[in-house]
């Protein structure tokens, strides 16, 4: 089995928010607008998908169609070491993140379906059939919400079945002050026994950060995701011994290098590689794998829910899946009956590889072509 062919295109959508009217231009922060879609066709006919986020969207479909197909065209799909191999050889070097990252993503999360469909199992099962579940949280805590639409969301969702909310920070104009306000809100509503999580996209600095922390500290926090600028490590283990509540982080790095750091600086309690972002399923094992000798668990970050499951069922250190109502909406319209929790617990389904069936008229609804 060789590839043949790598056609990528670029999308955007808008989703709707529960409880506020009208829609939102993308599917989640201001600046996530695009997607990247992609399909690698073999000799075989076998044909896989893959996506990844918005970052450098243009530049990530003329990556793997111009550069990557020409270094990976006549290769086996299933020698996933040799293509990474190749291509941090001819494209990445020296390990840069961006451009080449989110396209080694779209590609290889690809070639995991491919693997999967071929031998009929799932990629979950591939990377190591550790479960044929995993328990779901939902990011809901949009900065659209005032304090009393943010507790009718919470308790929305948990009458749907979730048990583990998070929540947007790092946003609001009345600063982290306004934030502890808001978790507490949250708590309020739907009480002691549901975990909650906060998530400042990078947008802290330490010192902000230390306020929150210390001003939600007996809100029982569950974790704390990426919290500071530039997930900057030395800064995250500071923080991380000044505060009993958990920091998570790693969602959006390039590659386990990276990753490596915020292990090294025990600088996390709760690591977060994320195939769309990090290099595929392929550096997302590698990172589980990493994290497994220092006995940390990985949880999903950055959403995209119906890729990621696959990493948080199948491999052994596996935890939480990130259902994010922006990505879930992507999701819903570019594929057919794609699975969702029942009682907060995403089921992986018994259909080879990733599971998904394209919906070919929901991606060219969602098809930038200028």
């Given at each position: 089995?060789?590839?043949?062919?790598?056609?990528?295109?670029?999308?955007?959508?808008?989703?709707?928010?529960?409880?506020?009217?009208?829609?939102?231009?993308?599917?989640?922060?201001?600046?996530?607008?695009?997607?990247?879609f992609c399909e690698v066709e073999t000799d075989e006919g076998i044909i896989g998908c893959g996506l990844t986020g918005h970052?450098?969207?243009?530049?990530?479909?003329?990556?793997?169609?111009?550069?990557?197909?020409?270094?990976?065209?006549?290769?086996?799909?299933?020698?996933?070491?040799?293509?990474?191999?190749?291509?941090?050889?001819?494209?990445?070097?020296?390990?840069?993140?961006?451009?080449?990252?989110?396209?080694?993503?779209?590609?290889?999360?690809?070639?995991?379906?491919?693997?999967?469909?071929?031998?009929?199992?799932?990629?979950?099962?591939l990377l190591g059939g550790n479960k044929t579940s995993a328990p779901a949280y939902v990011t809901f805590g949009f900065p659209q919400y005032d304090r009393d639409l943010l507790a009718e969301a919470a308790r929305m969702h948990v009458d749907k079945g979730f048990r583990a909310l998070k929540t947007v920070v790092g946003v609001d104009k009345g600063g982290w002050r306004e934030d502890a306000a808001r978790v507490r809100v949250i708590r309020e509503?739907?009480?002691d026994d549901i975990d909650i999580m906060m998530d400042a996209n990078y947008l802290f600095s330490p010192v902000e950060a230390k306020m929150?922390?210390?001003?939600?500290?007996?809100?029982?926090?569950?974790?704390?995701?990426?919290?500071l600028y530039q997930n900057d490590a030395r800064a995250l283990a500071d923080l991380r011994a000044s505060t009993r509540i958990p920091l998570a982080a790693g969602q959006m790095e390039g590659h386990r290098w990276r990753l490596r750091e915020l292990v090294e600086h025990q600088a996390v309690d709760i690591l977060q590689p994320n195939c769309t972002y990090c290099g595929g399923f392929t550096e997302v094992r590698?990172?589980?794998?990493?994290?497994?000798?220092?006995?940390?668990?990985?949880?999903?970050?950055?959403?995209?829910p119906?890729?990621?499951?696959?990493?948080m069922a199948g491999l052994m250190n596996g935890w939480l899946v990130e259902w994010h109502l922006g990505m879930v909406s992507v999701g819903e319209t570019i594929f057919v009956d794609p699975p969702s929790p029942v009682n907060g617990i995403l089921t992986i389904?018994?259909?080879?590889?990733?599971?998904?069936?394209?919906?070919?008229?929901?991606?060219?609804r969602t098809r930038v072509t200028a």
């Open positions: 089995m060789k590839i043949k062919d790598i056609r990528a295109s670029l999308h955007t959508t808008s989703i709707e928010i529960p409880l506020i009217e009208g829609k939102v231009a993308g599917y989640g922060r201001e600046e996530q607008k695009l997607f990247v970052f450098l969207a243009h530049s990530v479909v003329v990556a793997l169609e111009k550069h990557f197909l020409p270094v990976v065209r006549d290769m086996d799909p299933r020698d996933i070491e040799a293509i990474h191999q190749r291509v941090f050889s001819k494209l990445n070097p020296r390990a840069m993140t961006g451009t080449v990252s989110m396209a080694l993503s779209c590609l290889d999360i690809a070639l995991w379906d491919i693997h999967g469909k071929h031998v009929d199992r799932s990629v979950a099962q509503a739907v009480g929150l922390c210390r001003a939600v500290e007996d809100c029982n926090i569950t974790w704390f995701e990426e919290p590698k990172v589980a794998h990493l994290a497994q000798i220092y006995n940390l668990p990985i949880a999903n970050g950055g959403g995209w119906l890729f990621n499951m696959h990493s389904p018994d259909a080879p590889g990733l599971g998904l069936t394209i919906d070919r008229d929901g991606l060219e």
